[in-house]
């Protein structure tokens, strides 16, 4: 596989501020064939891409899609819609290929380790005793 993956803006304007793009393509060697039908490899070349863009604020729009060069098909494509903040995301996705959606919610963490105790006032800055 080779790929390319990049990225423009950085959601500090109201829209259109940030775009996420990514391309690839992968080929498979032939290889000893499975007697199971459902093991079979059937997409030896693939060529994938995609992107997210800022609509407005914090709600993205992307589209993801993997298309067969051999036999010159659509694998799969999905569709996202993402309310994204610093703390969590929704996002909703749909495959109209396949028939499928789903709702996803992602809650982040920042792993904070400081003092937790309110400033002082006098403006020296605080550390943590040893």
């Known amino acids: 596989s080779i790929?390319?993956?990049?990225?423009?803006?950085?959601?500090?304007?109201d829209a259109f501020d940030y775009l996420d793009f990514n391309i690839?393509?992968?080929i498979t060697p032939e290889g000893p064939k499975s007697p199971f039908a459902?093991?079979?490899?059937?997409?030896?070349?693939?060529?994938s891409?995609?992107?997210t863009v800022q609509l407005f604020g914090?709600?993205?729009?992307?589209?993801?899609t993997s298309y067969n060069l051999t036999e010159q098909e659509e694998i799969s494509t999905v569709y996202a819609l993402q309310y994204q903040r610093r703390t969590y995301s929704?996002?909703?996705?749909?495959?109209?290929?396949?028939?499928?959606g789903s709702f996803g919610i992602q809650i982040n963490d920042f792993n904070w380790t400081g003092d937790p105790q309110p400033f002082?006032?006098?403006?020296?800055?605080?550390?943590?005793?040893?």
């Open 38 to 47: 459902f093991d079979r490899l059937r997409d030896r070349q693939v060529l």
């Open 49 to 51: 891409g995609g992107f």
């Open 58 to 64: 914090p709600l993205l729009f992307g589209v993801q």
């Open 120 to 130: 002082s006032g006098s403006g020296a800055t605080r550390f943590p005793e040893d």
């Open 3 to 13: 790929g390319l993956r990049g990225q423009f803006g950085h959601l500090s304007d």
């Open 90 to 100: 929704l996002t909703l996705r749909y495959n109209p290929r396949r028939e499928i």
């Open 24 to 26: 690839s393509y992968s």
